[in-house]
């Protein structure tokens, strides 16, 4: 994948582990959050991370991070500061 499509990548990746019943950690997610925070796509990142979080996975600092700078690289300050007041608020950073 070229590097401008790896959020496209990372989704197409956690979909097909979903399709044959695999259980990703916060790791992989955290991946392809950050992978979309590369990409532009921080739409994308939190719902990652909040797919994550439905799926019982506890986000860890590198997931919040990922997601908050996701955040950050398209100027959406508001949604990247309720992330890490969730993240202090869950002892997660």
């Keep these: 994948c070229k590097r401008s499509a790896a959020w496209e990548c990372a989704l197409m990746v956690l979909s097909a ?4 019943k695999f259980r990703l950690s916060i790791v992989g997610h955290s991946a392809a959050i950050s992978a979309c925070g590369e990409g532009g796509q921080w739409q994308a990142a939190l719902a990652l991370l909040a797919k994550a979080q439905a ?3 506890q986000p860890n600092a590198v997931a919040y ?7 950050e690289k398209r100027g959406r300050w ?5 992330l890490l007041d969730r993240a202090v608020r869950q002892d997660a950073l």
């Design 78 to 82: 508001r949604e990247a500061l309720v």
């Design 17 to 20: 582990a979903e399709r044959e």
């Design 55 to 57: 799926q019982t996975l």
């Design 65 to 71: 991070s990922a997601a908050i700078s996701a955040c």
